[in-house]
């Protein structure tokens, strides 16, 4: 099993910013993709940003502009840089990743952090 440890939430006021941290370990052969979804009470679970191993990486309309990924691939940790906070940025934040492990050489899973919250007062 992968397992995905996330940092960085709080309290901010609207205008701020926050990085999020989140590592991967586990007997981890080879990540994809990482990156990050969100929550916010009584919506669904929706995509903020991802980074691929190879291509580019991808954002959510709402944060361009904003929010910046980045990934120590070394470290297999995945990071998020959220600028310019809004009110309606307050959710639950959510680490993924897309790996392969040791144990399981033939197919890629999903695996999901605990989840991190992210508030910003206006």
């Known amino acids: 099993q992968v397992q995905l440890v996330e940092s960085g939430g709080g309290l901010v006021q609207a205008g701020g910013s926050l990085r999020l941290s989140c590592a991967a370990s586990?007997?981890?052969?080879?990540?994809?993709?990482m990156g990050w979804y969100r929550q916010a009470p009584g919506k669904q679970r929706e995509l903020v940003a991802t980074?691929?191993?190879?291509?580019?990486?991808d954002y959510a309309d709402d944060v361009k502009g904003r929010f910046t990924i980045s990934r120590d691939n070394a470290k297999n940790t995945v990071y998020l840089q959220m600028n310019s906070l809004k009110p309606e940025d307050t959710a639950v934040y959510y680490c993924?990743?897309?790996?392969?492990?040791?144990?399981?050489?033939?197919?890629?899973?999903?695996?999901w952090g605990q989840g991190t919250q992210v508030t910003v007062s206006s």
């Open positions: 586990g007997r981890i052969f080879r990540i994809d993709a």
């Open positions: 980074f691929p191993y190879y291509g580019t990486t």
């Open positions: 993924y990743c897309n790996a392969k492990l040791y144990t399981d050489m033939f197919r890629m899973n999903d695996y």
